[in-house]
């Protein structure tokens, strides 16, 4: 079974805070892991991917991977209200049968 | 690069009829892939074609269904539509298959089934 879980949320937290969203999936096998920002009545936009286990940066975002625990998260710093969004994981499979989980809806209050 | 392109943006159809979705991918992006979107299910992966094949597939009935052309653009046809079949239809396009591409998705199509 090919799954990816992600909370639901809503997920509130205040301007300039850190934001983390979190996500499992079930093939341990999975190579690349990718976040989807999508805003209301929009298609989804990558904002990250990662592949090796350990943190990436880019910008006020980080991804963290680990395989061993089927885990990956992404934090969001000095969130801003324009980072109000719905949060979407993204797992490959294999060989781009790419699965997404429900997505967590993030609200950054000014 | 002009990025992925979907007509029509927007549908609406009846119970029973039928109805072809179009996608055309990134220049040179060779993969193609659709998914179904509802705020009840989320994001739900349909097929997946590359160089006219469908090498992936979703746990969808078999009134989807879908094929690519040597240019790689791509259509997916729903038959005998349902109520529940409203929902937003989004193809993603990657250079190729290795596990470390992305996708890049398309606008969508705004499918409404009455």
């Known amino acids: 079974q090919k799954e990816v879980e992600q909370n639901s949320g809503p997920l509130s937290v205040p301007e300039g805070a850190i934001a983390s969203l979190n996500c499992t999936y079930s093939?341990?096998?999975?190579?690349?892991f990718f976040w989807y920002r999508q805003y209301s009545g929009k298609s989804p936009e990558l904002i990250m991917s990662?592949?090796?286990?350990g943190d990436k940066e880019d910008g006020r975002f980080t991804a963290q991977l680990n395989k061993a625990s089927q885990y990956v998260s992404l934090l969001i710093r000095d969130s801003q209200p324009s980072d109000s969004a719905t949060y979407l994981c993204?797992?490959?499979?294999?060989?781009?049968?790419?699965?997404f989980g429900a997505g967590t809806r993030l609200t950054v209050k000014p | 690069k002009a990025g992925v392109t979907q007509t029509p943006r927007y549908l609406i159809k009846t119970r029973g009829q039928q109805v072809t979705l179009s996608c055309s991918p990134i220049?040179?992006?060779?993969?193609v892939s659709w998914y179904q979107q509802t705020p009840g299910q989320g994001l739900q992966f349909l097929f997946e074609?590359?160089?006219?094949?469908?090498?992936n597939k979703g746990n969808f009935p078999g009134r989807f269904s879908g094929r690519q052309f040597s240019n790689s653009r791509s259509e997916m046809n729903v038959s005998t539509l349902e109520l529940g079949d409203s929902a937003l239809y989004l193809c993603?396009?990657?250079?190729?298959?290795?596990?470390?591409?992305?996708?890049?998705f398309g606008p969508g199509t705004r499918l409404t089934v009455l």
């Open positions: 993603a396009s990657s250079l190729e298959s290795p596990p470390t591409d992305t996708q890049y």
């Open positions: 093939d341990r096998g999975s190579q690349s």
């Open positions: 990662i592949y090796s286990n």
């Open positions: 993204a797992v490959n499979f294999n060989n781009n049968d790419m699965r």
């Open positions: 220049s040179g992006h060779r993969s």
């Open positions: 074609y590359f160089s006219e094949t469908q090498r």
